[in-house]
């Protein structure tokens, strides 16, 4: 499976971008989505993840009520991040990343967890 990220940009504070996350090679149909960030400096971190098969998503704290992850039903191959409200601290690299499953595991959060990367979008955030 391939991954490519794409709709990373500059934007101010308060504003919205989507990302996607389109898969080449096979379907997501029986994967474990997510979408992982990492700003200069800091660790790589979980952000929003969604189950193909069921829907379930997950949301980092820090990213509650302001982004949503979702999968486009008629393609198999694509998921999208929607972020609002966005804040100078969301300002990092994106990255999407995928397992073989149909659940999270307890350690959804860890990037180790997946195996299949995306080569990354980066999200500007000014103030």
């Known amino acids: 499976v391939q991954l490519q990220a794409s709709g990373g940009g500059s934007v101010q504070a308060g504003g919205s971008l989507r990302l996607s996350c389109a898969a080449s090679g096979r379907s997501f149909s029986s994967y474990v989505m997510v979408w992982f960030r990492q700003a200069p400096g800091k660790e790589r971190e979980f952000v929003a993840g969604?189950?193909?098969?069921?829907?379930?998503?997950?949301y980092a704290d820090s990213v509650k009520g302001r982004f949503t992850m979702s999968k486009d039903n008629a393609k198999n191959t694509v998921v999208y991040l929607q972020m609002n409200s966005l804040k100078p601290e969301d300002t990092a690299v994106y990255y999407c990343a995928a397992r073989f499953g149909t659940y999270f595991t307890n350690n959804y959060y860890s990037p180790g967890v997946y195996r299949y990367w995306g080569q990354g979008t980066l999200v500007t955030v000014s103030s």
């Open positions: 969604i189950t193909w098969s069921g829907g379930t998503t997950y």
